[in-house]
C-alpha cells in the first residue's frame, strides 16, 4: 500500500463547476501539506499549503486537512479552463524533510 | 523572473551515452533535490544535498549521479543512459524554514 493515495481520473467537468480533489495518506507522522499543480511537461507549482488540520482558502481554492482521517482536500471554485492540469498532493511529516507525494489526478475542465 | 532554471529543457541521448543535466537556483537556497518523474506518476526522490552534504536515496541506481560546485548549481550525471531513464527530471531548492519547495520546470530526456 502507497503512503499516499491519489485517484488518477481524469475528472471531467465543465466551466464554471467545483473541482473536487482529495488525497488519503497512512502515516500519522504527516503535518505539512501541499498542493501542486503540474501543466503537461510542466514543473510542479506550489498552490497550497497547510499546517496541520484546518482549512486554508486562496481565492478561488480551498485546501482541507482532517488529520483525525487521514485526508486532505482541494477544491477549485468556477474552475476555467486553464485550470486543465494535474494536481499532486504532497506532504512531510516536519518542515525540510522529504516530501512524499500522490500520484496526481488529472483535471480538465471543458469550455 | 525563473528562480529555479533547467537546462536544457529537452534533452536526447543515444543509451549508454553520458549525459549532464544541469540546474541553477537565484534564490540563494542551501537545499536542493533532483526528482524522476516518469509519464503520469509522482516525482520520485532521487538525492538531496543540505549546502555540501549530499544525500542518496537507498533506491536511487549507481548509474545517477551528481555535483553541486556552489550554492546556485547543480548537476544530475547519468552515467550509461538505459531506455528506462527516460522521463522528466526535476529539480527543487527549499526555502530558510524548509516547508516550501520550488520547482524548476524540468528537463525532459529521451534515451534512443
Not at chain 1, 7 to 36: K, R
Not at chain 1, 71 to 82: A, E, G
Not at chain 1, 84 to 107: D, E, H, I, W
Not at chain 2, 73 to 87: E, K, M, N, Q, T
Amino acid at each position: 500500500q502507497k503512503e499516499v493515495e491519489q485517484d488518477p481520473g481524469p475528472l471531467s467537468v465543465p466551466e464554471g463547476a467545483i473541482v473536487s480533489l482529495n488525497c488519503t495518506y497512512s502515516n500519522s507522522a504527516f503535518q505539512y501539506f501541499m498542493w501542486y499543480r503540474q501543466y503537461s511537461r510542466k514543473g510542479p507549482e506550489l498552490l497550497m499549503y497547510t499546517y496541520s488540520s484546518g482549512n486554508k482558502e486562496d481565492g478561488r481554492f480551498t485546501a482541507q486537512v482532517d488529520k483525525s482521517s487521514k485526508y486532505i482536500s482541494l477544491f477549485i471554485r468556477d474552475s476555467q479552463p486553464s485550470d486543465s492540469a494535474t494536481y499532486l498532493c504532497a506532504m512531510q511529516p516536519a518542515a525540510g524533510n522529504k516530501l512524499t507525494f500522490g500520484g496526481g489526478t488529472r483535471v480538465l475542465v471543458k469550455p | 523572473d525563473a528562480m529555479v532554471i533547467q537546462n536544457p529543457r529537452y534533452q536526447v541521448t543515444q543509451f549508454g551515452k553520458p549525459v549532464t543535466l544541469s540546474c541553477s537556483q537565484t534564490l540563494n537556497h542551501n537545499v536542493m533535490y533532483w526528482y524522476q518523474q516518469k509519464s503520469s506518476q509522482a516525482p520520485k526522490l532521487l538525492f538531496h544535498y543540505y549546502d555540501k552534504d549530499f544525500n542518496n536515496e537507498a533506491d536511487t541506481p549507481d548509474n545517477f549521479q551528481s555535483r553541486r560546485p556552489n550554492t546556485s548549481f547543480c548537476f544530475l550525471d547519468i552515467r550509461s543512459p538505459g531506455l528506462g531513464d527516460a522521463a522528466m527530471y526535476l529539480c527543487a531548492t527549499v526555502d530558510g524554514l524548509g516547508d516550501t519547495q520550488y520547482f524548476g520546470p524540468g528537463t525532459r530526456l529521451t534515451v534512443l
